[in-house]
């Protein structure tokens, strides 16, 4: 989760920090089971990828801004004002919803569209920005 924390610029500071749910690893464990025994093993090597794979998303707030980053090989990164934010979305599956897990979909305003997947209680993010945003307009 490095990629956060190595942007923080000036006196930004973390305010909170969205996790990756483990339960996302589910489907690369299911894929392993039933390509194991036809590949005599190797498929177990989707477990650990899925994890790494995983763990590449990261989804913060800070004291300016909402930062966020998917992708391992390929990266995409959205950092935008805690001011400029239009809307927070969240969407999440009957599993999601179950699990306690869902997508973030930051919009700003100029309707650029951010989803981060696989985000743990989704909620608890959406409240918590929302609280830091009513504390920057107050403030």
């Known amino acids: 989760m490095a990629y956060i924390d190595d942007n923080l610029?000036?006196?930004?500071?973390?305010l909170y920090r969205g996790e990756v749910t483990l339960w996302a690893l589910v489907p690369w464990v299911l894929?392993?089971?039933?390509?194991?025994?036809p590949t005599a093993g190797i498929a177990l090597l989707l477990?650990?990828?899925?994890?790494v794979v995983l763990?590449?998303?990261e989804a913060g707030i800070t004291n300016k801004r909402i930062i966020a980053k998917t992708g391992l090989i390929k990266r995409e990164t959205i950092e935008i004002s805690l001011n400029k934010?239009?809307?927070l979305q969240i969407?999440?599956?009957?599993?999601?919803r179950i699990l306690g897990y869902g997508s973030l979909v930051i919009c700003d305003v100029?309707?650029?569209?951010?989803?981060?997947?696989?985000?743990?209680n989704p909620m608890a993010f959406r409240?918590?920005?929302?609280?830091?945003?009513?504390e920057n307009t107050q403030g």
């Open 127 to 134: 409240r918590r920005f929302f609280e830091l945003q009513e």
């Open 85 to 87: 934010i239009s809307s």
């Open 9 to 14: 610029i000036g006196n930004e500071t973390l």
């Open 91 to 96: 969407k999440q599956s009957i599993a999601g």
């Open 47 to 51: 477990i650990p990828l899925g994890y």
């Open 31 to 37: 894929w392993a089971f039933i390509l194991l025994l």
């Open 110 to 120: 100029g309707a650029s569209r951010a989803p981060v997947k696989y985000i743990k």
């Open 55 to 57: 763990r590449a998303n």
